[in-house]
């Protein structure tokens, strides 16, 4: 009876201690890419391309960084003219999209007319078109407009890109503010003005977060229309393109590429950290309801 | 006095401006019409990136437009449905269509099944070990496609590659006969090339996945998993009996949503194939983005790809939405 139980413990701890392994293996094996990034963005040129490699750098170096920052690497600029572009472009588009999306959230969350429905599905629909399905059209379009080259038009397409997932996040959140919280607000006498800053706002305002920094990394990251639009505009490329064009250069350099990897993958990681326990429910959204 | 007159004007017309704000509310509120003028911002920024870009996609599939017709040297004429024809005459594009598909029916089980793994294994973790796993998958995860696939071209790189160096030292039963030092990955070919891309792409897809698993799993009851260990169920039988039926509508969505993502990839094709340098490596993404933008560009051969594209797309999206739709995503 005893040793029943001792050993039913010691293959339990067994369990736990294999479970844990496990864990740390999968771990470890996740994290090494991002690992031999950084590693390669320390690590001066020799080091980089002798013939054993070495898992840390044995000189670190923050050379392949100053080069980045100084230009020389890439040719055609420091990294902060590139940092400046995609914080500008994101931050405007998503400024855009998250006051349209809650404006649309509020419309489909409280109010029940007609085209609901299509509105809903139509939304599902859109957000599964490749980019490049439509990029010959949109690259046309914005060719007319006058707005290929410069950063406005990317604005506008990151703006629109980014409101079919926010609108769905969002309706979620204003779907959550009881309604009775309004009626007494507007029992007491307060304008729908009112209502809307000094009630739903402040409630859905974790949910606004969210689905900003949601679009904040769609935009961050978004590769062909950057490419399409911004052609040989070496001046108005965003992180992304500058990154392509750095590496796609030839006689490529790993050491200073490595670097402006890395300093274009901070901002993301920092961001997925601070929204980790929301990013899931925006994402599945459309299927599960949160 | 012109001062005075100026501000009487100013305050009449502010005067009718608020009659005019009350008789537009008042308006508002009879029609039933302050949803669509929420929804009217957002339909023009659909419209603008989505529709109105589909439109001019579908006429320019039915025309012959291409570089005169760009430069404006010809007019731009009707051909029926000759670009469609043209397509299924290519053999490129039957190419990178399997490509496409090959990939997408590759990638996506491998994602589901290690992803699926992770969240399982997250579940059963202590919670300092599970914040530890995650945050190495939210990591990965948060690499930015244009960074991830860099990285990895670096890591198979033929020129002081880790992969390749580390293939060349283990022994040749495990690693077949290969001369790996120096083996070139990304132009050899289709099937290495692919190989680098499931890899790279079931790298940053499994967190999603596993990350989701594990929400799911922890909106299944406790005492559950409890009975089934008291009956003494294998963990397979207890994945198959409880989990996957209980998770069954997020592993569906899970499912269609790797279909699309998989299926759409390009910007790591892009990079990791070579720009549009190798044409034998073309999934359907590269293939339409050369026939629009490589000389001599052919829009209409283009706007055909895209409708084919498109339709692919909405035979999964249908699944998709009806599985929302039946889930109540709607109400």
């Known amino acids: 009876m005893i040793s029943t139980r001792v050993s039913a413990r010691t293959a339990k701890r067994t369990r736990k201690i294999a479970l844990n392994c496990l864990g740390v293996l999968v771990a470890l094996v996740t994290l090494f890419p991002i690992f031999w990034m950084v590693a390669t963005a320390f690590k001066p040129s020799q080091e980089i391309y002798s013939l054993t490699p070495s898992l840390l750098p044995a000189h670190p170096t923050l050379g392949n960084f100053r080069q980045v920052i100084g230009g020389q690497a890439s040719g055609i600029g420091t990294v902060w003219l590139f940092f400046r572009n995609s914080l500008a472009v994101t931050l405007a588009a998503v400024l855009i999209s998250s006051l349209v999306s809650l404006l649309a959230s509020v419309a489909v969350a409280r109010f029940s007319f007609r085209f609901r429905a299509t509105f809903l599905i139509m939304l599902l629909i859109v957000q599964m078109i490749p980019g490049q399905a439509l990029i010959i059209a949109l690259f046309r379009e914005f060719d007319q407009l006058n707005l290929l080259q410069n950063l406005l038009g990317l604005i506008i397409v990151y703006a629109a890109q980014a409101l079919p997932v926010s609108i769905w996040m969002l309706r979620n959140f204003v779907a959550t503010v009881p309604r009775e919280l309004e009626e007494a607000a507007a029992i007491d006498g307060a304008s729908a003005v009112k209502i809307f800053w000094r009630i739903l706002l402040p409630l859905i305002a974790p949910g606004l977060v969210a689905t900003s920094i949601f679009a904040f990394i769609t935009a961050y990251n978004e590769f062909i229309v950057a490419l399409t639009f911004l052609g040989q505009d070496h001046a108005a490329y965003t992180l992304p393109i500058y990154v392509t064009y750095f590496f796609g250069r030839g006689g490529a350099e790993w050491g200073p590429i490595m670097a402006a990897s890395t300093m274009y993958t901070i901002p993301v990681v920092i961001f997925f950290l601070i929204i980790r326990r929301r990013l899931v429910g925006g994402l599945v959204a459309g299927a599960v309801k949160g | ?331």
Do not use: C
Not at chain 2, 41 to 57: D, E, N, R, S, T
Not at chain 2, 95 to 107: C, G, H, K, N, Q
Not at chain 2, 140 to 147: C, G, L, R
Not at chain 2, 294 to 321: D, E, K, M, Q, R
């Open chain 2, 1 to 331: 006095m012109a001062e005075t007159a100026v501000q009487l004007a100013g305050t009449e017309a502010r005067v009718a401006g608020s009659r005019g704000a009350g008789q537009w509310g008042s308006f508002v509120r009879r029609h039933r019409i302050a949803p669509y003028l929420l929804l009217v911002p957002a339909l023009v920024g659909i419209a603008l990136v989505y529709f109105w870009p589909l439109v001019q996609m579908a006429l320019y599939s039915f025309q012959n437009y291409g570089l005169p017709q760009v430069t404006g040297a010809e007019p731009v004429q009707w051909v029926g449905f000759g670009n469609f024809t043209a397509t299924f005459a290519d053999p490129e594009f039957w190419i990178s269509l399997r490509i496409t598909v090959i990939f997408a029916a590759v990638v996506v089980p491998v994602t589901l099944v290690a992803g699926t793994l992770v969240g399982l294994l997250l579940h059963r973790l202590g919670p300092k070990m599970s914040m530890f796993v995650s945050t190495a998958a939210l990591l990965a995860w948060a690499t930015p496609p244009v960074a991830g696939s860099v990285l990895f071209y670096w890591l198979f790189n033929p020129d002081g590659g880790l992969v390749d160096w580390t293939l060349s030292k283990l022994p040749h039963w495990l690693v077949g006969s290969t001369d790996w030092a120096g083996y070139n990955w990304t132009t050899t070919g289709a099937l290495p090339a692919y190989t680098v891309l499931t890899v790279l792409v079931v790298w940053t897809s499994f967190p999603f996945i596993a990350v989701a698993t594990l929400a799911g799993l922890k909106t299944v009851p406790a005492e559950l998993y409890e009975a089934a260990r008291i009956d003494g169920a294998s963990p397979w039988r207890v994945f198959w009996r409880i989990t996957y039926p209980l998770l069954k509508p997020i592993f569906l969505v899970l499912l269609l949503l790797s279909v699309i993502w998989d299926f759409n990839i390009f910007t790591q094709t892009y990079l990791l194939t070579g720009g549009l340098a190798n044409r034998n490596e073309f999934n359907l993404g590269l293939y339409i983005y050369d026939k629009a933008f490589s000389f001599p560009p052919s829009y209409g051969l283009g706007g055909a790809l895209a409708i084919i594209y498109t339709v692919i797309l909405l035979v999964v999206t249908v699944g998709y939405v009806r599985s929302s739709v039946r889930q109540g995503a709607l109400t």
